[in-house]
Nanobody, 124 residues
Framework: QLKLVESGGGLVQPGGSLRLSCVASGFTLDYVTMAWFRQAPGKEREAVSCISTYSAKNYADSVKGRFTISRDNAKNMVYLEMNSLKPEDTALYSC??????????????????WGQGTQVTVSS
């Protein structure tokens, strides 16, 4: 069974940090571009960050300099390190996998694998 499972979300104060993890099962990440998306209530799902099969990375302007994406193919894991969190980062964060090599601005419909998401709430 092909599956992605996220963890690491929670409630954090503004300025705090969280590390999200995504583990894949049923397939190898070696040939899969991975991304993190988020969706806040009443808003459309937006791309947060992407990491290609050769570890090239890109980020949404709103998170540049604060978030870092990484991958460990040996563990079939992808991570999102989030620092200096703001209330506007509050959302359901989901990891996604696409059977293509590069991050080229693909939208949610281009990805083949999805996790259920982990909630991140930034509030004092």
């Amino acid at each position: 069974q092909l599956k992605l499972v996220e963890s690491g979300g929670g409630l954090v104060q503004p300025g705090g940090s969280l590390r999200l993890s995504c583990v894949a099962s049923g397939f190898t990440l070696d040939y899969v571009t991975m991304a993190w998306f988020r969706q806040a209530p009443g808003k459309e799902r937006e791309a947060v960050s992407c990491i290609s099969t050769y570890s090239a990375k890109n980020y949404a302007d709103s998170v540049k300099g604060r978030f870092t994406i990484s991958r460990d193919n040996a563990k079939n894991m992808v991570y999102l390190e989030m620092n200096s969190l703001k209330p506007e980062d509050t959302a359901l964060y989901s990891c996604a996998g696409g059977r293509f090599r590069s991050c080229s601005g693909e939208g949610p419909n281009d990805y083949h694998y999805w996790g259920q998401g982990t909630q991140v709430t930034v509030s004092s």
